[in-house]
């Protein structure tokens, strides 16, 4: 039997980096108040940390969702894996050319394109979802506020989120041919 609504538990556990870390801010705060030994010059590198993981743990609060639709994802060793109900795949990080985000869909949808092969539909609620967090951030030149800001909004249509440059001729030309 528990004493915490569910409701209430999936909030604490959306925003649990930003709950530790306004929790590690006070102890510094409260360590910087005191007496000024050890504890005094721990304090400020805990305070930079703890300011660290709140802002990180404020862009993954944005990012997660409630976890409850249709399917599961899996990331694991850049690969992105959907198990859903009707259809699935998988798709590696190295080999997605578009991410994008259609809100046409209900609920909206994480569209991993890529060069050779069918798109991957994901949910954003899916269970596991919040691995892509992770996943996309790891991708070369994506802004991660234009991502939460497009999730926050939910376009109706479907957004581009991150796409792959393409390699410019300088860079097709071997090396060493003249």
């Not at 305070?47 to 944005?62: D, N, S, T, Y």
């Not at 399917?71 to 998988?90: K, S």
């Not at 609920?107 to 539909?121: C, F, K, R, T, Y």
């Not at 996309?136 to 440059?165: C, N």
């Amino acid at each position: 039997m528990s004493f915490i609504r569910p409701e209430a538990s999936a909030a604490v556990w959306r925003w649990r980096e930003v709950l530790v870390g306004v929790a590690l801010a006070v102890l510094a705060l409260w360590w910087l108040a005191g007496p000024q030994g050890l504890l005094g010059w721990i304090a400020p590198v805990l305070l930079v940390g703890a300011g660290a993981l709140i802002m990180v743990g404020l862009q993954r609060g944005r990012f997660r969702g409630a976890g409850n639709g249709l399917g599961a994802v899996q990331v694991d060793e850049g690969q992105v894996t959907y198990f859903g109900p009707l259809t699935g795949g998988a798709v590696a990080l190295r080999e997605l050319s578009r991410l994008k985000l259609d809100g046409s869909l209900r609920p909206a949808h994480w569209m991993l394109e890529q060069v050779d092969g069918p798109a991957l539909m994901i949910p954003v609620d899916a269970a596991g979802a919040d691995a892509l967090f992770d996943a996309f951030a790891a991708l070369p030149g994506l802004r991660t506020e234009r991502m939460l800001a497009q999730l926050q909004d939910t376009p109706d249509v479907a957004v581009v989120i991150w796409e792959r440059p393409r390699p410019s001729l300088v860079d097709m030309v071997p090396r060493g041919s003249a």
